[in-house]
């Protein structure tokens, strides 16, 4: 099993979804605590502890669980915001962007599931005239533990009420028995994040491997699921072409890309937090290698002609493999870039 222990908070002790979590982990030893955040995050553990001594804590989310999202985050002309069912990932992937935001790798459960489509309720109604899109996965993996959690039954009934209401489930997981118990719905989008499968390997540790991840797009596409699909953090090098090229003629073996809802495109970068947190836990990746650079603001990225170059190119193998050109967007990361049409990128950090 993933933890190393339990902690449930006393106000989640009667709810029948905690019990579950519970019943689903037997083996695990638990305690109960007063409050969540009187632990988590109040003595700084190491992000790698993780790897060996990994707690949940079972708890119920106080103030607001559904935020808007920065400006500019996703497809335009909509309202977008996002949901926070979750904190952090048993994935371990070597960018990943939770290594410089939480004091503690220890995933937190939020039951209060109700209180979350309550407030989706909210945000739905008062965005008249809008479509409205509900991201989750800003700080967890959409669909990792969504067989623990049962936070996609919880959702369901009111996007199926709600059609101008669009869920985004971002994932690395090919775990998909959750969604396989749901009707598809046409405002429900899984939106798979991949890259070459030799940058996975070496990269996203414990994610769904390149294969799985192909074969639950094609699953989820062949029982009626919306899917889409993120080419973010692209990292560079030197068959960066090639390998996407490659990574385009599998997908299209795998699925009818012209089916695909969107596909966003974004090229690594950090924060200064995030990057300082990399070097530290990751001294030899290869990630920071090459043409990466601290920029005067002190976040690091690529010069601007390669983002842009990296970014255009696999746009254009992606339409050439055919991905409709219109479902396609760019995650940049400054203004100039956003007047120039371009999007922003998801980065909770810069909330
Ligand atoms: S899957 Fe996402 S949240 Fe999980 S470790 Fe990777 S980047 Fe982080």
Same mark, same amino acid.
């Given at each position: ?8 908070? %006393? @106000?989640?002790? &009667? ?11 037997? &083996? ?12 988590? !995050?109040?003595? &700084?553990?190491?992000? $790698? ?20 999202a920065?400006?500019?985050y996703g497809l335009r002309g909509d309202k977008h915001f996002y949901f926070?069912? *979750? ?9 990943? #962007?939770?290594?410089? #935001? ?14 979350i489509v309550?407030?989706m309720a909210?945000a739905t109604a008062?965005s008249a005239g809008h479509g409205v899109w509900f991201h989750a996965g800003?700080?967890? @993996?959409s669909l990792?533990?969504s067989?623990?959690?049962?936070e996609l039954a919880s959702f369901w009934p009111f996007f199926s009420r709600q059609p101008r209401a669009r869920l985004e489930l971002r994932t690395?997981?090919?775990?998909i028995?959750a969604l396989l118990d749901q009707q598809p719905l046409d405002n429900v989008f899984v939106s798979m ?18 294969? %799985?991840?192909?074969?639950a797009l094609r699953e989820l596409q062949k029982r009626g699921f919306k899917i889409a699909l993120h080419? @973010?953090?692209?990292?560079? *090098?030197?068959?960066?072409? *090639?390998? #996407? ?10 699925v009818d890309l012209t089916k695909v809802s969107y596909l966003s495109? !974004? ?5 200064? %937090? ?15 290698? !090459? ?16 983002? $842009? ?5 696999? %746009? ?6 055919g991905v409709p050109?219109q479902a396609t967007y760019?995650?940049?990361? @400054?203004? *100039?870039?956003?007047?120039? !049409? ?10």
């Amino acid at each position: 099993m993933i933890f190393s222990e339990i902690l449930i908070e %006393q @106000d989640a002790l &009667n709810s029948p979804r905690a019990a579950r979590i519970l019943d689903r982990l037997p &083996n695990v030893p638990r305690r109960t605590i007063h409050r969540y955040d009187d632990v988590f !995050g109040r003595v &700084n553990r190491p992000y $790698l502890h993780k790897r060996q001594d990994l707690r949940l804590f079972v708890a119920v989310k106080r103030g607001q669980t559904v935020k808007p999202a920065p400006l500019a985050y996703g497809l335009r002309g909509d309202k977008h915001f996002y949901f926070v069912q *979750a904190f952090n990932c048993f994935y371990e992937c070597e960018y990943c #962007y939770l290594q410089g #935001y939480f004091r503690s790798p220890d995933l937190v459960f939020f039951v209060n599931h109700e209180d979350i489509v309550e407030e989706m309720a909210r945000a739905t109604a008062a965005s008249a005239g809008h479509g409205v899109w509900f991201h989750a996965g800003e700080f967890s @993996d959409s669909l990792a533990l969504s067989h623990l959690t049962e936070e996609l039954a919880s959702f369901w009934p009111f996007f199926s009420r709600q059609p101008r209401a669009r869920l985004e489930l971002r994932t690395k997981s090919a775990n998909i028995r959750a969604l396989l118990d749901q009707q598809p719905l046409d405002n429900v989008f899984v939106s798979m994040s991949l890259a070459p499968r030799d940058k996975i390997l070496r990269y996203e540790h414990k994610t769904a491997r390149y294969e %799985q991840r192909l074969q639950a797009l094609r699953e989820l596409q062949k029982r009626g699921f919306k899917i889409a699909l993120h080419f @973010d953090p692209i990292i560079d *090098a030197p068959a960066v072409e *090639a390998e #996407y090229g490659e990574l385009l003629a599998d997908l299209s073996r795998s699925v009818d890309l012209t089916k695909v809802s969107y596909l966003s495109l !974004g090229v690594v970068r950090f924060t200064k %937090q995030v990057y300082t947190q990399v070097k530290v836990n990751y001294p030899t990746s290869s990630i920071l290698d !090459g043409s990466l650079k601290v920029s005067f603001d002190g976040k690091v990225r690529y010069a601007k002609p390669h983002r $842009l170059w990296l970014l255009r190119t696999i %746009q254009r193998l992606a339409v050439e493999a055919g991905v409709p050109a219109q479902a396609t967007y760019l995650c940049m990361e @400054d203004s *100039a870039a956003d007047d120039a !049409g371009v999007t922003t990128p998801r980065m909770p950090s810069e909330d």
